[in-house]
C-alpha cells in the first residue's frame, strides 16, 4: 500500500511539474511541441555528418579511410565555430553590400538572441543550431569529388573560406526574409531543405576542385577498389535516417507540412534506389550494393528542394528521375575522364538541378493558388520554372567562380594537392599519423 502511494504521488508530481514547465513555456511564447521536434530534427542532421564520413571512407582506398572521414569530421568542429562567429549574421541578418549577404551585430557569437523566441514558437537558439548543421555538411559534401589527394591543413583553408564567402551568402539569397532569390516570382525560388543551397553548390564545387587539382596519381588506369563497402551501406542508412530532419525540420513546425516533407523525403529515397537497380540490372546485368546507396542519395538529393510542394506521386517521379539522370551523369563522367572521386558533381550536383527544376511540374494545387493570389492574378507552372532556372543558373555560376578563386588563393598560399610521396603513402599515415584498419602497409 504504501509503494503504491509512492507511486501515485511520483506520478502527481511528474504530471503537475511537466504542466508547470509547459505552463512557463507557454508564457514565454515557446511552442514546446515544435521545439521538441525541432531540437529531434537538429540531432538527426547532425548525425548525417558521420554517415557521409562513413559513406565516403568506406569508398576510398584503406590508406586513405582515416584522412577521407576527417574531412566530414573536422567540417564538425570548423564550421560550427564559424557559424557561431560570423555565419548565422551572414546568412540571416539584413542585406548589406547590395545584398550579396546579411549583417546582424545581434547574431556576431549569437550574442543578442539568449532569450529570443522567434514566431514559429521556437528559441532563436534552436533555429540557429538547425541551420549550423546545413552549413556543416554542405563543405564536406565537397571533399567526396577530391577525396585521396589534398593536404588536410589545405582543407581545413579552404572549406573554411568555402563556408564563409561561398555557403553564408547563397543561404542569405535563398532562406533570408530579404535574400533577392527568396523574393523572386510569386512566392520566391522553391528551396525547401537546400537543393541549391546545398547540393547544386557543393557539386559545382567539387567539380570546379577536381578540374583544377586533377586526377589522382594513377587514375584511372589503376584499380582503387573501395576499402570497406559495408561501412558504405551503414553510411547511406545513417543518410537517410538523418534526412528525415533534414526536409521536415526544414518545415519549422510541426504539423502537415511537416508530414507532407516527411512522406515525400521517404518515397522519393525508396523511388531512387529501385531505380537505380533497374538500370543497373538493364545496364550491367546485375544490381551492385553500391548502385543502391547511391539511388538513395539520388532519390533523397531530388526531393530536398521539392519536399515542401509535392505530393507522393511527384516524389515517386523526381527519385526515379534523378536516379536515371544521376546514373548518366556518372557514365558520361568515365568518358570523359574527369576525377571526380566519389560523385559529387554525378550524385549531388545532377540531383540537386534534377529537383530544383522539375519540381515545377509536381507541385500541389494548392501552392499554385497560393502563388497565384501573390501575383495578384495567376501564376502559371513555366513563369515557376524560370524562376527554378534562374536560382539555379545562379547557385552554378556564383559557386564555379567563387570555387575556383578561393581554391586558387588556398593552392597558391597554404597549398592543397598532396604531393606524389604523401598521396602514395595515404592521407592516415601522412596526415594523422594513424591507420585505420591498423595495417602496416595499406593498399
Given amino acids: 500500500m504504501k509503494r503504491n502511494c509512492l507511486y501515485l504521488a511520483l506520478l502527481c508530481l511528474f504530471v503537475f511539474g511537466a504542466s508547470g514547465v509547459v505552463s512557463a513555456d507557454a508564457g514565454n511564447g515557446v511552442d514546446s ?37 576527417m574531412h566530414a569530421f573536422s567540417a ?9 562567429i560570423v555565419g548565422y549574421s551572414m546568412s540571416f541578418g539584413e542585406n548589406v553590400l547590395g545584398g550579396w549577404c546579411g549583417w546582424n551585430p545581434d547574431y556576431l557569437f549569437l550574442s ?5 523566441i522567434m514566431d514559429e514558437g521556437i528559441p532563436e537558439y534552436v533555429f540557429s543550431m538547425f541551420q549550423g548543421k546545413f552549413a556543416i555538411i554542405t563543405p564536406a559534401l565537397i571533399a567526396g569529388a577530391f577525396a585521396e589527394r589534398v593536404m588536410f591543413k589545405g582543407y581545413v583553408f579552404f572549406i573554411a573560406l568555402w563556408g564563409i564567402l561561398v555557403y553564408n551568402p547563397l543561404c542569405h539569397w535563398v532562406w533570408a526574409g530579404d535574400g533577392f532569390l527568396y523574393n523572386m516570382g510569386a512566392n520566391g525560388a522553391i528551396d525547401f531543405a537546400g537543393g541549391t543551397v546545398v547540393h547544386i553548390s557543393a557539386g559545382v564545387a567539387g567539380l570546379v576542385s577536381a578540374l583544377y587539382l586533377g586526377a589522382r596519381r594513377g587514375y584511372p588506369k589503376t584499380a582503387m577498389h573501395p576499402s570497406n563497402l559495408v561501412m558504405t551501406m551503414i553510411g547511406a542508412g545513417l543518410l537517410w535516417v538523418g534526412w528525415f ?48 546507396a547511391s539511388g538513395i542519395l539520388a ?9 515542401g510542394v509535392v505530393q507522393p506521386a511527384g516524389a515517386l517521379a523526381l527519385g526515379a ?10 557514365q558520361m563522367k568515365n568518358r ?20 530544383a527544376l522539375l519540381l515545377s511540374f509536381f507541385i500541389r494545387q494548392s501552392w499554385m493558388e497560393e502563388a497565384a493570389a501573390a501575383a495578384g492574378g495567376s501564376w502559371t507552372v513555366l513563369q515557376q520554372l524560370g524562376v527554378q532556372i534562374t536560382a539555379v543558373l545562379v547557385a552554378i555560376g556564383y559557386a564555379a567562380v567563387a570555387t575556383y578563386l578561393i581554391i586558387l588563393l588556398v593552392d597558391k598560399t597554404i597549398g592543397l594537392r598532396s604531393p606524389e610521396k604523401d598521396e602514395m603513402a595515404g592521407l592516415d599515415s601522412t596526415y594523422h599519423g594513424e591507420d585505420g584498419y591498423g595495417m602496416l602497409n595499406p593498399s
Fill in 245 to 292: 530532419g533534414f526536409n521536415a525540420g526544414s518545415s519549422v513546425s510541426s504539423g502537415l507540412s511537416t508530414a507532407q516533407a516527411l512522406t515525400a523525403t521517404q518515397v522519393a529515397a525508396a523511388s531512387g534506389a529501385l531505380m537505380w537497380m533497374i538500370i543497373e540490372g538493364w545496364h550491367q546485368g546485375k544490381a551492385t550494393a553500391l548502385g543502391f
Fill in 33 to 69: 511541441g515544435i521545439t521538441a521536434w525541432m531540437l529531434t530534427s537538429t540531432a538527426l542532421v547532425l548525425l548525417m555528418v558521420p554517415g557521409l564520413a562513413m559513406f565516403y571512407g568506406g569508398l576510398v582506398r584503406t590508406k586513405n579511410v582515416l584522412g577521407t572521414m
Fill in 112 to 116: 543578442g538572441i539568449d532569450d529570443k
Fill in 321 to 330: 528521375l534523378a536516379s536515371i539522370l544521376c546514373y548518366l551523369a556518372i
Fill in 76 to 84: 564538425m568542429g570548423i564550421m560550427s565555430v564559424l557559424w557561431v
Fill in 299 to 307: 532519390g533523397l538529393v531530388a526531393i530536398t528542394p521539392a519536399a
Fill in 336 to 355: 570523359l575522364g574527369y576525377d571526380d572521386s566519389l560523385d559529387a558533381l554525378g550524385i549531388h550536383g545532377v540531383g540537386g538541378i534534377v529537383g
